[in-house]
């Protein structure tokens, strides 16, 4: 049975005004990703299509592989955590412990690319901590080399990474971060590392986050990372953005609007008439 959001799917491919071979192409492709109906009912109903069915006997075949694949990595990546004291039967239970498993870091980061889908996504998430800066350089790398395949796209723990990297910003990698955060190519997984532009040292990264702020893709991350910045420079934007429709945006607009207004009642009480987070400049217009 169809589920509701695969219904709407559907009649938004068919408004799209591809031909009836695409139609088919995405409805099933759209059919697969819901899970909601096996792989045989699937062929069936694509059996009159010798295009779409070869690509279904692809992903049948490379799922079953897949399936075994991830329980050889879970088995594999647990039983060399063995070594450092660490008996845990799942990579999640491991991840929420309360255990600084620093010296497990390079044993995580060394199992990192060889894995995929869930079982990485889980050990991104392992990785997930204040302390586990060791993690960064290769983590980064992860990011941009980005999902191998396209049918990897789905399962690709782009966001998950991308937090982190937000979370442990480094910038001795100030240049990557930022044409990473750039490239649109990366979608909404750059969100993460906009995120974390506040922590920049790096006078420049207001320039770069009023930027970005026209991309709505990483527009809510960009102003969070404005607020937290608590720059003059914004303001225009946040008085934009807090009139929009978009709750999220409203919300992280308030946040720097009422920063600024605090930053500014410090500086007129203050004999030295400054803030060490502030980092004051020129109004400019936000488009």
Known sequence: MFSLGLLVKKRQIAASGVD?????????????????????????????????????????????????????????????????????????????????????????????????????????????????????????????????????LRMWPGGQIGLVLGRLWNDKSYDRLVSLAQNPKYGVSRGGICYGMFKSKRPEIVDVLLGLVDDETVRTDVLYALARIGTERARPCFELYVKSKNEYWRAEARRGLARLDKLAMKSESAESGGDDDARPGTLEPCS
């Open 20 to 152: 009836e071979r695409e139609q088919l192409r995405l409805t099933l492709m759209a059919l697969l990703d819901a899970r909601k109906v096996p792989y045989d009912e699937a062929l069936i109903r694509a059996k009159s299509n010798a295009t779409v069915k070869s690509m279904i006997e692809y992903l049948e075949r490379a799922g079953r592989k897949y399936a075994t694949q991830q329980l050889d990595d879970a088995h594999g990546f647990m039983r060399d955590l063995i070594p450092y004291g660490y008996w845990f039967n799942d990579v999640l239970n491991f991840a929420n412990s309360r255990i600084r498993y620093e010296d497990a870091v390079p044993v995580m980061v060394d199992w990192l690319p060889y894995l995929a889908g869930s079982m990485q996504r889980n050990v991104v998430m392992a990785l997930d901590k204040p302390w586990a800066n060791a993690a960064f350089d290769p983590l980064l790398d992860l990011f941009e080399a980005g999902p191998q395949h396209q049918y990897d």
